[in-house]
């Protein structure tokens, strides 16, 4: 069964709320034990009490991932409450709107120093924790999976999206590249690139500019704007014994708006 994660542990940053958190929750309903982790302390706390008292097998970190110190805290923090590691989502996003004329601007460093950089560091920690934890495994056994979340923007020109749209092709070929570089220790590495789902950033984009909602149907062939949930069952399938031999992809979710894209504004 896909559904199935038990006696697994996973770290889900940037769980605070939107499409990490709803992944977050979908590995619990597998039966999975899981870190949620965010910059916002009061929105993890807040979280983790409707979920504790519900099931006792989630926990909370906040900190910044682009510290190593902090990510060998959250790793830490796994290992202490559930003495293992066994899946990570990088769900962490920052969409940071710029001028490319503007040389004051530090919109690519801050895109890429969070997206990329924090996406390495936790990625790299994580890894060598599951590699001290399976030193008897057997060979061609899988023992771990790592899911980055990036974006169609990989692959669009909007000149005031572009330090995001550089962050996400950059993650992309690293999705690739740990991919071929952890296959040896027998960890997947795959990406999620999204497209018209209501994340916690297109929501605040919408109240702000409701006109744009149409627009986006409109470039969404399958005519909607899909919910986090459904980012939520693709990476749960992602985690499972069912992708074992699935890695290096890039797999987008979007209803087919990257292959018939007719926004002129960013949504994302």
Request: with cysteine; charged share 20%; proline share 3%.
């Amino acid at each position: 069964m896909i559904s199935n994660l038990q006696n697994k542990t996973a770290i889900i940053t940037g769980a605070s709320n939107g499409i990490g958190m709803e992944i977050g929750k979908k590995f619990l309903q597998a039966g999975a034990n899981v870190v949620f982790s965010d910059y916002a302390k009061f929105d993890l706390e807040s979280l983790i009490s409707g979920i504790s008292s519900k099931t006792g097998n989630a926990d909370s970190f906040y900190g910044n991932m682009q510290d190593k110190l902090t990510v060998n805290n959250l790793i830490a923090t796994a290992l202490n409450k559930f003495e293992r590691v066994d899946i990570l989502v990088n769900a962490n996003r920052t969409i940071i709107p710029s001028n490319p004329l503007d040389g004051k601007e530090d919109a690519l460093e801050k895109s890429l120093s969070q997206n990329l950089i924090a996406t390495l560091n936790v990625s790299q920690l994580f890894v060598k924790s599951i590699i001290k934890q399976t030193k008897n495994r057997k060979n061609g056994e899988i023992v771990g999976s790592i899911i980055n979340l990036t974006s169609i923007a990989a692959d669009q020109t909007i000149p005031e999206m572009m330090p995001y749209s550089v962050s996400c092709a950059a993650l992309n070929q690293m999705t690739r590249s740990l991919a071929v570089s952890f296959a040896n220790d027998g960890i997947r590495v795959n990406a999620i690139s999204l497209g018209s789902i209501m994340s916690s950033s297109l929501r605040l984009n919408l109240h702000s500019n409701p006109e744009l909602q149409d627009s986006i149907i409109e470039a969404t062939p399958l005519g909607y704007i899909a919910e986090p949930e459904e980012v939520a069952d693709l990476a749960l399938f992602l985690s499972s014994d069912s992708a074992r031999f699935l890695t290096g992809q890039v797999i987008t979710i979007d209803g087919g708006r990257s292959i018939l894209n007719k926004l002129e504004k960013p949504a994302y």
